[in-house]
């Protein structure tokens, strides 16, 4: 699979994450997001991972989680729709899912263990696919996405809060 997403794969909101991916090859940034992000999660103790750069932020585990409850969540849909399923799917409320979740009680390397299998999982969907479902298209939560799209914001939604961490969370 070779080429971006085009502007008409996906809604603007998304362009903040595409936007940050400008690699042609998806595959092989998300393979290097993996490792990189279990570098920076793995170098952490409980303390700087418990913390937060503001009162009412989500803590480093938290948005930790986020980023892989949302991969799962958009790998889902891709697989949905990769397979040319129509049947338009649901949004999801990222607050409730983090809540309810409870991170912050999780053992980091539990944590970075879930993350690295759910990676896996996307990246094996991903080289499984045939070059016509990457064009497929389909509705979740009212807006029409394609499935090379979601593959972006996966790894730019990644790339968006782990520049995050670094800025607010441990400078």
């Known amino acids: 699979m070779k080429g971006r997403p085009q502007a008409k794969d996906y809604p603007e909101y998304y362009e903040k994450y595409i936007g940050l991916i400008q690699e042609p090859q998806i595959v092989e940034v998300l393979a290097a997001q993996q490792a990189e992000a279990a570098e920076l999660f793995g170098a952490l103790n409980e303390d ?27 790998s889902y ?52 696919l045939p070059e016509e479902a990457w064009e497929r298209h389909g509705f979740a939560g009212e807006v029409l996405l394609s499935v090379r799209a979601m593959a972006y914001i996966i790894a730019g939604h990644e790339k968006y809060h782990l520049k995050i961490i670094r800025e607010r969370y441990l400078s």
């Open 48 to 74: 700087q991972a418990n913390g937060c750069y503001e009162e009412g932020k989500w803590t480093v585990k938290e948005v930790f989680g986020h980023i892989f409850d949302h991969e799962r969540l958009l």
């Open 77 to 128: 849909w891709l697989y949905r729709f990769a397979r040319g399923d129509a049947m338009p799917l649901t949004s999801s409320d990222r607050e409730s899912f983090v809540k309810l979740a409870d991170y912050k009680h999780r053992e980091l390397d539990s944590m970075i263990d879930e993350y690295k299998a759910v990676r896996q999982s996307t990246i094996q969907l991903l080289k499984g």
